[in-house]
């Protein structure tokens, strides 16, 4: 028994919270996020527990500044269903919209890592683009001097110009 019937949500409950998903999906590519927001409380009161519906409502609280408990609504929404890739890639853009790019990386990886022919955390991965090897590779990169390092690295290529190998 899922968590949606345990809950007593019948099919024709998650078709209807699903319909309404997808029109508060295309209020958030117009950047209006409390309309969406509204929608998708609309959604959540029909599929309390439809793992999609939640894992948009977090990635929604968090746009509009809410970054803990849109986390938290998309962790909630990643136990209920770890094996949907779009629900792991909203909560790793919710992971960077907080600033925290390395559990976003990872987050992304592991959405990869479950369907590795989906383009959506493939793309996400792109986005973020490949960080370089630490300039002390023997300290881990949060330490002050890689830090440092990578800082006058990146600032004397941007002065030198690229690297052009022959």
């Not at 792991?88 to 369907?115: E, I, P, S, Y």
């Not at 991965?125 to 800082?151: D, K, T």
């Not at 690295?153 to 002065?159: S, V, W």
Request: net charge positive.
């Amino acid at each position: 028994m899922t968590l949606l019937e345990a809950s007593g949500v019948t099919e024709s409950d998650l078709r209807e919270s699903r319909a309404i998903v997808h029109v508060a999906l295309e209020k958030m590519k117009q950047n209006q996020f409390a309309q969406a927001r509204a929608d998708l409380e609309n959604a959540l009161r029909v599929a309390p527990e439809e793992p999609l519906a939640l894992s948009y409502y977090g990635l929604c609280l968090a746009q509009i500044g809410e970054l803990g408990r849109g986390l938290g609504v998309c962790e909630r929404a990643v136990r209920n269903q770890p094996s949907d890739v779009m629900i792991r890639v909203n909560m790793g853009k919710v992971f960077r919209l907080a600033g925290d790019n390395h559990a976003a990386h990872r987050t992304f990886l592991r959405a990869w890592q479950v369907n590795r022919r989906h383009p959506a955390p493939a793309a996400e991965l792109a986005r973020m683009g490949i960080r370089r090897a630490p300039v002390l590779r023997f300290l881990p990169r949060s330490h002050w001097c890689n830090r440092q390092l990578g800082r006058l690295r990146y600032h004397l290529e941007r002065a030198v110009g690229p690297r052009v190998a022959y």
